[in-house]
Nanobody, 124 residues
């Protein structure tokens, strides 16, 4: 049974940090590209950060570049999103997703499996 389980969300003040984790099971992580997406209240889902399976190359949305870092540990079946200098506009439900493609992609339809999401709220 394929599962992606996000954790690490919560309430944080502006300027703070959070570390999101995506624990996967039911498939071999090393063969899958991983993406983090988010959906803010009243908005559509947007891609945040992506990491390929082949060479570990990464990509970030302009809005998070320089503040967020994505990494993967295939041995532990975990992908992490380190989020620093958080802003109120980062408030959203964050989802991790897995794609059978080796290259990263920002296209939601190219992802085969999705987690249930974790809430991140940035507020003073």
């Amino acid at each position: 049974q394929v599962q992606l389980v996000e954790s690490g969300g919560g309430l944080v003040q502006p300027g703070g940090s959070l570390r999101l984790s995506c624990a996967v099971s039911g498939f071999t992580l090393e063969y899958y590209a991983i993406g983090w997406f988010r959906q803010a209240p009243g908005k559509g889902r947007e891609g945040v950060s992506f990491i390929s399976s082949a060479d570990g190359s990464t990509q970030y949305a302009d809005s998070v570049k320089g503040r967020f870092t994505i990494s993967r540990d295939n041995a532990k079946n975990t992908v992490t999103l380190q989020m620093n200098r958080l802003k109120p506009e980062d408030t959203a439900v964050y989802y991790c997703a897995a794609s059978r493609r080796s290259a990263w992609s920002s296209r939601e339809y190219e992802y085969d499996y999705w987690g249930q999401g974790t809430q991140v709220t940035v507020s003073s």
